[in-house]
């Protein structure tokens, strides 16, 4: 994946306007080669522009997700009606308009931007109790159900089984790997919390989001191992 993500940092530079950014061999490392002190680095960002043109298109109408009944039954139908509710429900509560922007930029500048929805058991709800007094109403009270969760993440994060396969559909296997706050993870696994243990040292390879921020205008790259 290497070769990839050279050039993904050389396009997030280039959206930021350092036309003058090349991967180093010798450092390994994207950076701004060194110029005569007389030579005056002009920049005339025109990508920028033609990026946010592209955006535009893609945002100008909301997306609307629509469920479909599997087939012309009854049953169907009105399955298909309950879950479109639900979908109503969690597209406002997870703000997945947001989240398809965010996975749109990733695609800006990797080719892909991905979600990735699971169960987060963790998530607390309201649930409508008996009442232990006869005739009075239920009592509404807090309690952890879990519910579903989304987050978004460009292909720094993925490593396929074979690259030769363009479907994501297709690949026999697929890990993501992401550094996450060890107390965050104890909570969401609670039954593995005590097989949690912390990493000694912080890897490159989890700090792609820092690299690319310190990518501005001003020249400033950092090292990218």
Known sequence: ????????????????????????????????????????????????????????????????????????????????????????????????????????????????????????????GRVQMPSEIPGMPPRVESATLGDVAIEVSGPFEILIADPTKVKPGDQPEIMRVKMRDLEEMKKRYPEFGEFIKPTSEEQEIFTYERQISTLNSAGLVSRVS
């Open 1 to 124: 994946r290497q070769p990839h993500e050279r050039q993904w940092f050389i396009n997030a530079a280039f959206e930021r306007a350092q036309q003058y950014v090349d991967w180093s061999v010798k450092s390994s490392s994207v950076d701004v080669p060194d110029a005569p002190a007389h030579r005056i680095r002009l920049v005339a960002n025109r990508i920028l522009p033609k990026m946010r043109a592209r955006r535009a298109k893609f945002v100008k109408n909301r997306p609307q997700w629509i469920v479909v009944a599997a087939s012309p039954d009854q049953d169907d139908k009105m399955n298909a009606r309950a879950t479109q509710k639900v979908l109503d429900y969690q597209w406002r509560r997870l703000k997945l308009e947001m989240a398809h922007l965010e996975a749109m930029l990733w695609a800006e500048v990797t080719g892909r931007g991905y979600w990735w929805i699971f169960w987060d058991p963790s998530v607390g």
